[in-house]
């Protein structure tokens, strides 16, 4: 009996052994704290937009051949130039990035639940690398649109399992600021895409924008399959499903090996698609999620349509000799002040859901007077400065809306809120909205009138983003998952199996 009791106490002296030997190994490597991963993260995404800004800046995507009364043609220049694309066509190139984003976003937040998420990142930004230089290679319309679509691939996994890594890794009372800080990455750069695209394209040609994007990808590629970063809540750990064998079965009877293989549960690996249809189901059943995305979605038609066609129609208003920069310039300042502004403030009134509605209907309400007054001016200093204004109160919900969508949810849902969201507002937002504002600048021929009509559509966000506030609307970010109460059952079946038999 002796014999026997030293060898059930050796595993638990061996298991104590070997997690205090790893927490100190995990201690001395602890190199990737809380604040350098979310560095990472950001910088990530800063890449990612400032492909947004580079293909819709004007050196980048350049302008269409031209001719004047006398006859007289000048060459088109950059991609609409060189592949002879109307508005329409133009306005197709932001829309078949998002083909590819909205395809892959709901496929790599299922396959969140069977592989290690921060993998799934590295294969995407693998993706998003190889379609880069893809790009900067293509020699027609169609050959472009495609790895666009690619580019959209890559960027899906990013997005969608990015910011549960930072609600996770933020300290409790920053965790609106931290999220502000990634989500700032979305102006800034798409602002210093445009500042970037148009320098490269003017002095390198057009592709060269491509290439160095790529390559400085191509590092944090590299690096993201070697971090190890910290677990996602809400997910069991990824580890091996092969069944442990203990001392203690080794000396155990034939009877009491067959009562611990009768009481033990099987472990059944659900279907992936009915494992999804089950997640859907559970997060459109969420009425704070459908009222926040809705409002995400109008606000999103607007600003994809700023995003994409912004230089251009300050150009064509105002005659702004350079527009990339401006615009650029203009939105990198307004976009970090706006998004870490309504992170700060969310923070401060403290987080609750009905808060955040009100944080978002009213910055966006005011955004919208302030942005409509701005393109009702003829004098282009007092657009600017209108226009400054507005945009700082129309970035302030890019923090806060997120902050709905990982937090009206449990915690093993939120990649697919994300990824749900993602699909939804680029779907119905800003997808149809960047060709739809070229064919009615085909239409209208008028610039001013084209801008008023798309910003008038803020204010329909606002109204419903009010809504939300009259909303029974409770946090469930702490509520415990399917397979955390998988797990703790299963531990409790072993611990009832083991004192069974002792």
């Not at 057009?206 to 993201?224: D, N």
């Not at 987080?351 to 003829?378: D, E, H, I, Q, R």
């Not at 739809?436 to 009509?453: A, E, F, H």
């Not at 399917?482 to 004192?499: P, V």
Request: charged letters at 15%.
């Amino acid at each position: 009996m002796t014999k026997h009791g030293d060898q059930r106490d050796s595993p638990a002296i061996a298991s104590s052994a070997a997690a205090a030997a790893s927490t100190a190994v995990t201690d001395k490597k602890r190199f990737w704290t809380p604040g350098r991963f979310v560095a990472i993260l950001c910088i990530v995404n800063l890449i990612n937009y400032v492909d947004r800004g580079v293909i819709a800046s004007n050196g980048v995507n350049g302008s269409s051949r031209t001719c004047d009364s006398k006859g007289l043609c000048s060459a088109g220049t950059g991609i609409q130039g060189e592949f002879s694309l109307s508005n329409f066509q133009d306005g197709l190139l932001s829309s078949a990035f998002m083909v590819g984003l909205l395809v892959a976003s709901p496929i790599f937040a299922a396959l969140s639940k069977r592989f290690t998420p921060f993998k799934l990142i590295g294969v995407g930004l693998t993706v998003w690398t190889l379609a880069a230089v893809g790009c900067g290679f293509s020699y027609n319309f169609w050959m472009i649109a495609v790895f666009r679509m690619f580019v959209g691939v890559g960027e899906a996994s990013f997005i969608s399992l990015a910011a549960p890594y930072i609600d996770d890794s933020a300290p409790a009372a920053r965790k609106n600021l931290w999220l502000g800080l990634f989500y700032m990455c979305i102006p800034a750069g798409v602002a210093l895409g445009y500042v970037f695209g148009g320098y490269v394209g003017n002095h390198l040609g057009w592709r060269w924008a491509f290439y160095i994007e790529a390559i400085a990808m191509a590092f944090f590629v590299v690096l993201s399959f070697c971090i190890n970063p910290p677990q996602l809540k809400g997910f069991a750990a990824k580890e091996s499903k092969k069944p442990s064998t203990s001392i203690e079965t080794v000396a155990l009877t034939g009877a009491e090996a067959s009562q611990i293989k009768t009481v033990t549960p099987k472990s059944k690996t659900p279907n992936l698609v009915v494992l999804f249809g089950k997640d859907m189901k559970a997060l459109f059943s969420e009425k704070v999620f459908i009222v926040n995305v809705l409002g995400y979605i109008t606000y999103n038609f607007v600003i994809g349509a700023y995003s994409y066609w912004g230089p251009k129609a300050g150009f064509g208003i105002y005659q702004m000799k350079n527009a990339d920069m401006i615009f650029g310039g203009l939105t990198i300042i307004c976009g970090i002040i706006g998004t870490l502004g309504g992170s700060y403030v969310l923070d401060r009134i403290n987080a609750t859901l009905p808060n955040t509605f009100k944080l978002l209907a009213a910055s966006t309400l005011f955004g919208a007077a302030f942005c409509f007054a701005a393109f009702c001016m003829k004098n282009m200093y007092a657009f600017i400065g209108l226009f400054a204004v507005g945009e700082i109160l129309i970035f302030a919900p890019q923090a806060p809306v997120n902050f709905v969508c990982l937090h009206c949810v449990r915690p093993n849902l939120r990649p697919l809120s994300m990824a749900s969201s993602t699909v939804l507002i680029h779907i119905l937002g800003d997808v149809p909205s960047s060709p739809l504002y070229g064919k009615m600048q085909d239409r209208l021929k008028n610039w001013r009138t084209s801008t008023l009509i798309i910003t008038s559509i803020l204010f329909l966000a606002a109204v419903i983003w009010g809504i939300g506030i009259f909303m029974n609307s409770v946090d469930r970010s702490n509520e415990k998952s399917e397979d955390e109460i998988e797990e703790e059952e299963k531990l409790e079946t072993k611990a009832d199996n083991k004192s069974a038999l002792v």
